[in-house]
């Protein structure tokens, strides 16, 4: 059984719930996730595209209309692309790819063609990246080498710990990555940089006023209640012959929690009975979303199958939608307004270079 990214306002936010949620998000669904994480400001944020031809016919990054226009041209051999005025090669980009990995946890797929497009999109990021670096320089923004130190320190202290042994840590993990720490410092001070630009452009474009509060609640109400939620539990099987058996035990009286303690191959929800605690339907796996949604209060449901096993689900609890009221989301509405408003400005600045 799958889940989406977020637990619903109100679920358990323990770290056994958020292992469980993490773990069911699909593989492909997570690498592309994270990834986009690592592209959002550059990407993302200016809409771009990027053509890359293979062998040595690569993209020849040239200033044009709009943002960027891209015109295929020959490289020399080890060239992988051409932006901002700079060549970037094949070595670069590799550091590239193992400064993400470093950092963000990002890793190549092992499927060639999913390898290919992970290549392509990181060079995506890396040449749009030195065209907004440039106009970080053009505007005299810069970052001193303290703050990138301390930006990193504070990123050991939050994944590692404090001291002496979290950096060892962090330097050991550098090396297994292939990466080194001045790579990512400079990975650092270049999204620094960068965030600074988005601040400049963007700065004069965060109000927003209560009438356009007031009329952005009226148009967004239903989309901003709370959905339907349910506490569900849920035994997974390695064959549709043993899911069949457990519903049989189930509706012989069987205890559910018990029963998933015994037979339960999901080991992260197996001590807690197969709980997978409170969620909405969008938070599931299409065909298992629609089963635990059609069932009743304290029904079973299933077999399901997946990429897991075989699922056998059980609704504990239904929490009914709820509507939205002013007070209770206009503060979250309010910063939604200003990304929305920020992210416009953004565009509408980088379509004019």
Known sequence: MTTGDEPPTGSRDDSGTTRRLRRLVPAGRRARS?????????????????????????????????????????????VAFQAG?????????????????????????????????FRRDTAKSYAVSLILEREADERDIAVSDKQARDTLTSFIEQELGEGQQAYNQFIDTLGQEGATEQAVLDEITRQLELSELFNTITENHRQVGRQQLEEAFQQRRDELGAPQTREIRNIVVDSEAAADDVIAQLESGADFAELARQSSLDGSTREDGGDLGRLSKDQLENEYGQAAFSTEEGEVFGPIHNDYGWNVGRVDNVHPAEEATFDDVAEDLRAQLQNEQTLNAWRDWLAER
């Open 34 to 78: 994270v990834l986009a994480v690592a592209l959002v400001l550059v990407l993302v944020l200016s809409g771009s595209a990027l053509w890359l031809g293979s062998g040595r016919s690569l993209a020849g990054l040239q200033s044009g209309q709009g943002v960027l226009s891209f015109l295929p041209v020959r490289l020399p051999d080890g």
């Open 85 to 117: 005025g700079r060549r970037v090669t094949e070595t670069e980009l590799d550091q590239r790819i193992e400064v993400l990995g470093a950092l963000y946890g990002i890793t190549p797929p092992e499927e060639d063609a999913e390898r290919d497009r």
